[in-house]
């Protein structure tokens, strides 16, 4: 137990890493049921309780939770959904680190949370969004942004994408998460907000991704469409109303 608790990086302690550890096991169990979910339940979780994840480890980390997703439903991917997406991300990633250099990232964080809450109750309101490519890519290029800087870029694909068969939705968003997710480390290490030290605790959460994952994939066959539709939904709000407060709280 004390070779275990002497690999922890400085200002983890056990407790702290075990809260660390639920939190990235729950949210990677969400997102192999609905396609999406780690960073949006963790996302929020992290900013309160754990700081140090966000938003540079909980993005290393999901990337081999996107890439477990979109091996495990290969052949459900939707190539021509899954090019537009990521043309999107690219794009909003590139300006994300434009946005890092030059405006708050506060008031950016808050605007987007907004649309997202107003997606969500147009969607419940009976608004139906057709998955075109011209709207994912819409949606990609928000995530780029917004996954950025907050660690959550799932919930503009969780507006635009919410009507699609869940096996189609957890492969194809598998793929531009592992892509997309890559890209913003990318960025994030180009304006050193991501170093060893945040990789090292990336790796040391590693084994509960797997485990989480593992654990959502009796649990995926249960689902019907219209409980993968709810669970994005409520997860998209979830997100939003995180952020809203992790901006609410931060001076």
Not at 37 to 65: E, I, K, N, Q, R
Request: aromatic fraction near 8%.
């Amino acid at each position: 137990m004390t070779d275990l608790l002497a690999l922890l990086p400085p200002g983890v302690d056990a407790g702290l890493y075990l809260g660390m550890a639920v939190t990235v096991f729950l949210g990677a169990c969400l997102q192999g049921i609905g396609g999406v979910g780690f960073a949006m339940f963790s996302a929020p979780l992290a900013a309160l309780l754990f700081p140090a994840l966000v938003p540079g480890p909980l993005l290393a980390l999901g990337c081999p939770l996107a890439l477990m997703t979109c091996i495990r439903e290969f052949r459900a991917i939707e190539w021509p959904t899954a090019a537009a997406a990521l043309v999107g991300r690219v794009i909003g990633t590139g300006l994300a680190g434009l946005i890092l250099t030059l405006l708050s990232a506060q008031v950016l964080s808050v605007l987007f949370a907004l649309l997202i809450l107003t997606g969500v109750a147009l969607s419940l309101a009976g608004w139906r969004v057709a998955a075109t490519r011209t709207r994912i890519g819409i949606a990609g290029l928000a995530s780029g942004v917004m996954g950025t800087i907050t660690s959550a870029g799932a919930p503009p694909f969780a507006i635009a994408m919410q009507h699609m068969p869940p096996d189609r939705l957890r492969a194809t968003l598998g793929c531009v998460f592992f892509v997309g997710s890559a890209l913003s480390l990318l960025m994030l290490a180009a304006v050193g907000r991501f170093d060893g030290s945040h990789l090292y605790l990336s790796v040391l959460l590693l084994p509960w991704i797997v485990l989480g994952f593992w654990a959502s994939s009796p649990l995926n066959r249960r689902f019907s469409r219209k409980a993968v539709r709810a669970l994005l939904l409520g997860l998209a709000t979830a997100g939003a109303l995180g952020v809203l407060f992790r901006t609410w709280i931060t001076p």
